[in-house]
């Protein structure tokens, strides 16, 4: 049986649930409707994006802290779901479906610390290791400067050291996987992709969605099955079809920028992710990286991000969060951010943080760092949940459908593009698609020596090991 399947946003979300639809089944028609002039520009674009693998192996920001108490449940969720975007893109090597090179590259992960936080460190490593074998602890100084050689050389603290090594990372450009997964179906005429389209309204009828757009004149689709994954746009898609869960939704938009060199000697002696440890008086959102990053055929690297407020959703539209407040989100607002000060505040001060401050920030990884430049970031819209009549800050994204299941709202960030392959799954189950067939349970070991095996018989080294 086939379908007409109509996607808003043509973002990496976007681009993994197409490629999925026409795997899973050919004779699917997949619509993209998206109101920018270029796909994947917006939190998908490699500049925009803040996170481009998370693994959840060494992002210490995952890890709840209670009563001096570490708990790790998040970033084994976040390592199981990254691992399935790892495992469909293993599939698309096995059935030569376009070549990954530049699109996925094999980066090594670290959590550093650099204040006196060793034992800290240590019992998030014990924790997570019993998941992950190939975790590895020190805070040998001769260790830490043969696999971090741009690390700052400083004597004083340099006993205060200490690091959790992921040699299995990956750093993968979604932007330039979006543009190879929308090129490879486009050409087998799979999907039909329509820019600098506004959609006005989704109205259901029936068993049917009627789906009105703009662009020089008002035209009607009807499509069997709606998967609204446009950052800008989700939550107030969501209003139409389910006030009383939309009620309990706001949208945080924060703003970011980088500061980025591009010094090839630099480069050569960095092939890394380092996440560092949250700064004092700094909440767990502040934790800066210092990441390689691949930008097709050229590489940089790239420090920050460094967050701030803003009131725009989007990068390349003018559309702010003011159309969707009311007198109750303006009242619980204030309330949050009372409760929420320390976040707050930080966003505040990084909002209006000079060039120059932002490059003592990066003296606490390395001193080796000269004409970096700032370049913004994109826009991240964070969840705020409502929960016991308070908003409260959600990192991640959560998938939000309507009673008949029929169609899917996508909100929030953080991670977004590393679990897209674990979201798509989630409305496809919904929409009745077998795709079990595409994914091993990392639980069941059986199924993923066969699956690895299989791979490299084919010559194939996979991503999900």
């Known amino acids: ?259 980025i060199s591009e010094n090839k000697n630099l480069i050569k002696k960095h092939n890394l992710k380092i996440y560092s440890e949250t700064l004092k008086c700094s909440p767990p959102m502040s934790i800066p990286h210092l990441d390689i990053r691949t930008f097709k055929k050229e590489k940089k690297i790239l420090f920050g991000p460094f967050a701030g407020l803003t009131f725009n959703i989007l990068t390349n539209s003018k559309k702010t969060i003011l159309k969707n407040l009311n007198l109750n989100h303006i009242f619980d607002l204030i309330i949050f951010s009372i409760k929420n000060y320390s976040i707050i505040n930080y966003l505040i001060k990084e909002s209006i943080k000079t060039k120059n401050k932002k490059i003592k920030n990066i003296y606490s990884f390395s001193k080796s760092f000269k004409l970096l430049y700032c370049k913004k970031a994109g826009k991240r819209l964070q969840i705020l949940k409502k929960k016991n009549k308070f908003l409260k800050l959600n990192f991640g994204t959560k998938v939000i459908f309507n009673k008949n299941k029929q169609i899917a709202f996508l909100l929030g960030a953080s991670p977004g593009a590393s679990i897209a392959a674990s979201i798509a799954k989630k409305v496809l189950n919904k929409w009745f698609f077998n795709n079990n067939l595409f994914f091993i349970d990392n639980k069941n070991t059986k199924k993923t020596n066969i699956f690895n095996s299989i791979l490299y018989l084919k010559g194939i080294e996979p991503f999900s090991l």
Not at 80 to 104: A, E
Not at 220 to 235: E, H, Q
């Open 1 to 259: 049986m086939s379908y007409i399947i109509t996607i808003i946003g043509a973002g990496v979300v976007s681009a993994v649930t197409s490629l999925m639809i026409h795997l899973l089944n050919k004779k699917n028609k997949v619509i993209v409707f998206e109101m920018n002039n270029k796909i994947s520009i917006e939190n998908s674009k490699a500049n925009n994006n803040a996170g481009t693998g998370h693994a959840g192996m060494c992002e210490n920001n995952y890890v709840k802290v209670i009563n001096n108490e570490f708990y790790i449940k998040k970033n084994i969720r976040i390592n199981y779901k990254f691992n399935l975007t790892k495992n469909l893109l293993s599939w698309v090597k096995l059935l030569k479906i376009f070549d990954l090179k530049n699109v996925i590259t094999q980066t090594p992960h670290i959590s550093y610390f650099f204040l006196k936080n060793n034992v800290k460190l240590k019992k998030i490593f014990k924790k997570i290791r019993i998941f992950n074998k190939s975790l590895k602890f020190t805070n040998n100084k001769f260790l830490i400067d043969k696999i971090c050689p741009l690390i700052i050389k400083n004597k004083k603290i340099k006993k205060n050291y200490s690091l959790t090594y992921y040699k299995k990372g990956f750093d993968i450009n979604y932007q330039y996987l979006s543009e190879k997964i929308f090129h490879y179906l486009t050409k087998l005429k799979k999907i039909y992709i329509f820019l600098s389209y506004k959609i006005i309204s989704i109205k259901k009828i029936k068993k049917f969605f009627s789906i009105k757009i703009f662009k020089n004149g008002f035209l009607k689709i009807i499509s069997n099955f709606v998967f609204v994954c446009a950052g800008g746009n989700s939550l107030s898609f969501l209003k139409n079809f389910n006030k009383k869960i939309s009620k309990n939704f706001f949208e945080l938009p924060i703003d970011g920028s980088w500061l």
